[in-house]
């Protein structure tokens, strides 16, 4: 079956313009989470929805960081004004959440950000 | 949050018996322990869960003590294949979102 899916799979910009990241997460799965990964490094997290809405976005670097997502589906990761300590891969992930438990997270592909 | 600390890196040889260790010295009663792995150039993969006692799939075995401070990830028989980062996370199963990533083990296997 179709997994999670993210786009563009790479992404070159310059510093200071405004990039947007989608994540299309497997059908069904209501929590969606998105993590930030620099070459070498761990996962670092960046926010999580549980259906549209964030319970948690104490992981977002900077105000230049948002998300959103709509239909409880898809999701948008907009970074605004993007400097070059932005590049890293960002990574997207959904589970199953039923009644107040969460399931294993499956993990996108990612999309590669190089800032300029 | 529960605080995390596995190797940094492991070296190991095809056809061994590869245990990675992790301790939690403060996990939470509602804390459970997950492991993933992750390739290069991939997003990580859940590979077990589990609360106490040991664990088993066709994947891996994980054993946790009964203080639940630290739980072992073994993997039987490695290869070549099963070089790749693991990252050891605990967390509530109730409250996913409590879960990070650390900087999890680099598990290099060679011929």
């Known amino acids: 079956g179709a997994g999670v899916s993210q786009s563009p799979s790479n992404k070159v910009t310059e510093k200071g313009k405004d990039v947007e990241l989608r994540c299309d997460p497997i059908?069904?799965?209501?929590?969606l989470y998105w993590y930030r990964q620099s070459l070498g490094q761990g996962l670092e997290f960046l926010i999580y929805?549980?259906?549209?809405?964030?319970?948690?976005k104490s992981g977002l670097p900077s105000d230049r960081f948002s998300a959103e997502r709509t239909g409880g589906s898809v999701s948008t990761l907009t970074i605004q004004r993007t400097q070059q300590e932005d590049s890293a891969v960002y990574l997207c992930?959904?589970?199953?959440?039923?009644?107040?438990?969460?399931?294993?997270?499956?993990f996108g592909p990612g999309t590669r950000l190089t800032v300029t | 949050l529960a605080k995390t600390t596995q190797p940094i890196s492991m070296d190991s040889y095809e056809g061994q018996e590869v245990n990675i260790t992790c301790s939690h010295n403060?996990?939470?009663?509602?804390?459970?322990i997950t492991w993933y792995q992750q390739f290069p150039s991939q997003g990580p993969r859940f590979i077990i869960q589990?609360?106490?006692t040991k664990v088993t799939n066709e994947v891996a075995s994980l054993f946790i003590p009964a203080d639940r401070k630290s739980s072992t990830l073994s993997l039987p028989r490695v290869s070549l294949s099963d070089t790749a980062v693991y990252y050891c996370?605990?967390?509530?199963?109730?409250?996913?979102?409590?879960?990070?990533f650390g900087a999890g083990t680099r598990l290099t296997v060679k011929p």
């Open positions: 992930a959904s589970s199953i959440r039923q009644g107040a438990r969460s399931y294993e997270q499956y």
């Open positions: 403060n996990i939470a009663t509602n804390d459970y």
């Open positions: 929805f549980q259906g549209n809405s964030a319970p948690d």
């Open positions: 996370l605990v967390g509530e199963l109730y409250n996913n979102n409590d879960m990070r």
């Open positions: 059908s069904g799965h209501t929590a």
């Open positions: 589990g609360y106490k």
